[in-house]
């Protein structure tokens, strides 16, 4: 079965300061894709990052990155210099390469930024 | 331009109403998808259609019956639905249908806020 699992189901962090968003995940395959999607409360679900299986090199993107743990099967997200429109539901997930479509979602955390 | 449009943005219907809900992406995508969100919840995926062919119906019930006309356009029909399918749906889309090739990432739409009186 193709599982993620955020154990954090809200964290906070004050501004300016940095947090971590935790996923590990359960597969079987080799090859696929991970990221990271930003829902802002009622507003549209968004890309913030995502990292391919057979790139060692961690993705970043401006004050978001990630460190991608293959053999453990975690994938975190860290957002640095936190700020206010950071606040939103963040949704670890993942796609296998050669199955084609199907996405898997985790749980979520809910951030809160502390002004 | 990575714009996927979803109208109307807000639907209250009654039961034995018949109603749908319209996606739109003029990105070139070939897979695109209905999704059910519960507040504070991830997506819950319903359809897929790759190549305008319906490739993944994770069990839905029948009241939501999926329509891709198109390459770029994706409706839900909807009709004597219940309260429980009170949610946002959501319409996503990713570059390629098939297997593999590239990251095909998923792009969302705002949403159709659905409430069922």
């Known amino acids: 079965a193709q599982t993620v699992t955020q154990s954090q189901p809200e964290m906070s962090v004050q501004e300016a300061e940095t947090v971590t968003l935790s996923c590990t995940y359960d597969?079987?395959?080799?090859?696929?894709?991970l990221f990271w999607y930003k829902q802002p409360p009622s507003r549209q679900m968004i890309l913030v990052i995502r990292?391919?299986?057979?790139?060692?090199q961690n993705a970043t993107e401006n004050r978001f990155s990630v460190n991608f743990q293959k053999a453990a099967k975690s994938f975190s997200l860290k957002i640095s210099d936190s700020q206010l429109g950071d606040a939103a539901m963040y949704f670890c997930?993942?796609?296998?390469?050669?199955?084609?479509?199907?996405?898997?979602f985790g749980t979520g955390t809910s951030l809160t930024v502390i002004p | 331009d990575t714009e996927v449009t979803q109208t109307p943005k807000h639907l209250v219907m009654g039961m034995t109403n018949k109603k749908s809900l319209k996606c739109e992406q003029h990105m070139g995508h070939r897979a695109m998808y209905w999704y059910k969100q519960k507040a504070k919840k991830p997506p819950e995926l319903m359809f897929v259609y790759s190549y305008e062919k319906l490739s993944i119906n994770e069990s839905v019930p029948s009241r939501f019956s999926p329509e891709c006309p198109n390459s770029s356009l994706l409706n839900l029909h909807l009709h004597a639905l219940q309260p429980e399918d009170s949610a946002l749906y959501l319409c996503?889309?990713?570059?390629?249908?098939?297997?593999?090739?590239?990251?095909?990432?998923?792009?969302f739409g705002p949403g159709t806020r659905l409430t069922v009186l």
């Open positions: 997930a993942y796609r296998i390469k050669l199955t084609g479509n199907q996405f898997y």
């Open positions: 996503a889309s990713s570059l390629k249908g098939e297997r593999g090739w590239g990251t095909d990432t998923q792009y």
């Open positions: 990292q391919e299986a057979y790139k060692q």
């Open positions: 597969t079987s395959e080799s090859d696929y894709y």
